[in-house]
């Protein structure tokens, strides 16, 4: 099983409407990272949380909203999706303890907003 | 944050050729990244270096702080290394997220 999993893989929606993008995480670590992937560019940061209390915005943070419900679980909602959202979002880990810093990614979601 | 540069943006190499790719970044790091994104998007872990020289099979990379560059090497490449490679740096100051580069595009002919 993949140690770091992202529900759903695909998504079509409409402009307007919320959606949930899920993570979910069975390495242990305590980091958690979202990101987001525009064709032809590299990610950028949208949101990161180093614990259950702790949730930070990122590069680009705008439009977006997350929540940390457990260690391993880590959500990223957009409350009123837009066309300029639509794109590949990547959750990733990393653990303080061990190696610390390098990420580990999930298979990402490929969201559209029509 | 730091500014994370990669050249070249694409390169299309013969199978079983060597190549280097660079990342540069605008400030000293304490974390530098190494990523493959393969073609059907996944992104794997390639190096954690943020000074000296690493392996790992017939990838090696090494990145030389107090200049500000890292240099990922492939060597005898083949079609399995077609995909994006990405640089990345410490996004923010004291904390462990990533800002990245915009990619290498890699394609490996047979």
């Known amino acids: 099983d993949a140690d770091v999993t992202q529900t759903p893989r695909n998504r079509i929606t409409k402009t307007g409407k919320r959606i949930m993008l899920e993570c979910s995480q069975t390495?242990?670590?305590?980091?958690m990272y979202w990101y987001r992937q525009d064709p032809g560019l590299g990610l950028r940061l949208i949101y990161y949380s180093f614990d259950v209390k702790d949730i930070n915005k990122g590069e680009i943070s705008d439009g977006y909203s997350v929540s940390r419900q457990a260690q391993a679980k880590f959500s990223l909602s957009l409350e009123s999706a837009i066309p300029n959202q639509t794109a590949l979002y990547f959750c990733?880990?990393?653990?303080?303890?061990?190696?610390?810093?390098?990420?580990?990614f999930g298979p990402g979601t490929r969201l559209t907003v029509l | 944050g730091i500014q994370v540069e990669q050249s070249p943006p694409d390169l299309i190499l013969q199978e079983g050729a060597n190549s280097t790719l660079r990342c540069n970044f605008s400030?000293?790091?304490?974390?530098l990244q190494w990523f493959h994104q393969n073609p059907w998007g996944q992104l794997i872990n390639l190096f954690y270096i943020p000074s000296g020289t690493k392996q790992n099979g017939r990838l090696s990379a090494t990145t030389v702080a107090t200049e500000r560059y890292s240099l990922l090497y492939i060597s005898s490449s083949q079609t399995t290394d077609s995909g994006v490679y990405f640089c990345a740096g410490p996004w923010g100051t004291g904390r462990r997220a990533l800002t990245f580069g915009s990619g290498t595009r890699l394609q490996v002919q047979p």
């Open positions: 400030d000293s790091v304490n974390n």
């Open positions: 390495k242990g670590h305590d980091r």
């Open positions: 990733a880990t990393s653990d303080r303890g061990q190696n610390p810093d390098t990420q580990y």
